[in-house]
């Protein structure tokens, strides 16, 4: 999957989450430690270091949510990490993101921490990230 249709695959979730330019979807994995994890429906990205992973970004195609495509494009993306050596997965999620929130849940993440205000949104509002981990082992 290239940058250029990761940002067209995140414009179409209409959520309130910041879309990322085709530029910055190209750093990440253009890095030696980027986990792509893709299908027609969406993608998950992050990176491994050492024994440790992180989930940068999930998207899933807006009118494909909620059909477990997420769930599935998490699972391969932490079995990749796994592979890379990765012993535990982090992530960040916005306080209000409720489906996000749930399929890390139940996919076995626990909360470990918040940063205060840490997402400005679209309307100038700022919420806090809750950071989740979760072991790959
Ligand atoms: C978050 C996202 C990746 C989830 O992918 P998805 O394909 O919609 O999710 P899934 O179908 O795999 O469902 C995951 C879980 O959501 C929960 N869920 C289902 N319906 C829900 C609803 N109406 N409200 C809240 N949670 C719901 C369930 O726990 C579900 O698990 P289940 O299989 O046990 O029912 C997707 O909604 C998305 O792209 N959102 C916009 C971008 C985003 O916010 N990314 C996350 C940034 S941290």
């Known amino acids: 999957m290239t940058p250029d249709q990761m940002r067209e695959l995140h414009l179409t979730t209409r959520d309130n989450t910041r879309v990322w330019t085709a530029q910055e979807y190209r750093t990440v994995i253009n890095d030696p430690s980027a986990i792509l994890f893709s299908g027609e429906n969406g993608f998950a990205v992050g990176r491994v270091v050492h024994d440790e992973a992180e989930l940068l970004m999930i998207i899933v195609k807006h009118d494909q949510q909620l059909r477990g495509f997420g769930r599935g494009y998490l699972h391969g993306f ?38 205060k205000l840490y997402y400005h949104m679209n309307n100038n509002q700022r919420l806090d990230a809750l950071i989740f981990k979760k072991n790959l082992v």
């Not at 012993?87 to 209000?96: D, R």
């Not at 749930?102 to 918040?114: D, F, H, K, P, R």
């Open 78 to 115: 932490e079995m990749e990490c796994h592979k890379r050596g990765a012993k535990t997965c982090f992530l960040e999620v916005a306080a209000n993101n409720n489906t996000a929130k749930s399929l890390y849940y139940s996919s076995g993440y626990q909360q470990t921490g918040t940063r």
